[in-house]
């Protein structure tokens, strides 16, 4: 890398009227000490910064639709086990067990970094009323392990 180069009064004058920075900014500089650094124009600088920005807004895009995916498994949820309450069939579809058991398996590995012990989780899912994943029976120590260890392989 070679020495950085002192911008003239000219080209910083030139930069921030570009730019439309209040003239007591060091943003010009900064630009200046990148532009050198990295051998890009203004204009690669400018590209590469928009590019980064646009997968950044990408990024939270896709965060905020797995969020709203959680959010709505949850909700489907809660209305079967509301149904389950009220004493009405709850059916499974086959998109709807695979959510669930995510949830499920998510919920223990909350629960394992908690301290709880898996005894402790069957009876909480019991306490919940919780359905198991063939919707009868009654959660147990088992069938806790076997979930939570069929998901972490």
């Known amino acids: 890398m070679g020495r950085i180069k002192k911008m003239t009064p000219e080209e910083r004058e030139h930069v921030m009227s570009i730019l439309q920075v209040p003239p007591d900014t060091t943003l010009p500089d900064r630009l200046i000490k ?50 389950r309450l009220e004493g009405k069939r709850v ?23 908690a301290g709880k012990t898996y005894k402790q989780i069957a ?9 198991t994943l063939s919707g009868r029976g009654k959660w147990s120590t088992a069938s806790i392990m076997r979930l939570f260890y069929a998901k972490k392989k």
Do not use: C
């Not at 009876?123 to 359905?131: I, K, Q, S, V, W």
């Open 34 to 83: 990148v532009i050198q650094y990295t051998s890009l124009s203004f204009r690669g600088l400018l590209e590469k910064w928009l590019h980064q920005e646009e997968a950044s807004i990408e990024a939270a895009k896709l965060a905020k639709e797995e969020i709203l995916r959680q959010v709505e498994t949850r909700i489907d949820i809660l209305e079967k086990k509301v149904l």
């Open 91 to 113: 059916r499974w579809e086959d998109r709807d067990k695979v959510e669930f058991k995510r949830m499920l398996v998510s919920e223990i590995l909350s629960f394992r970094k």
């Open 123 to 131: 009876d909480l899912f019991n306490e919940e009323n919780t359905p």
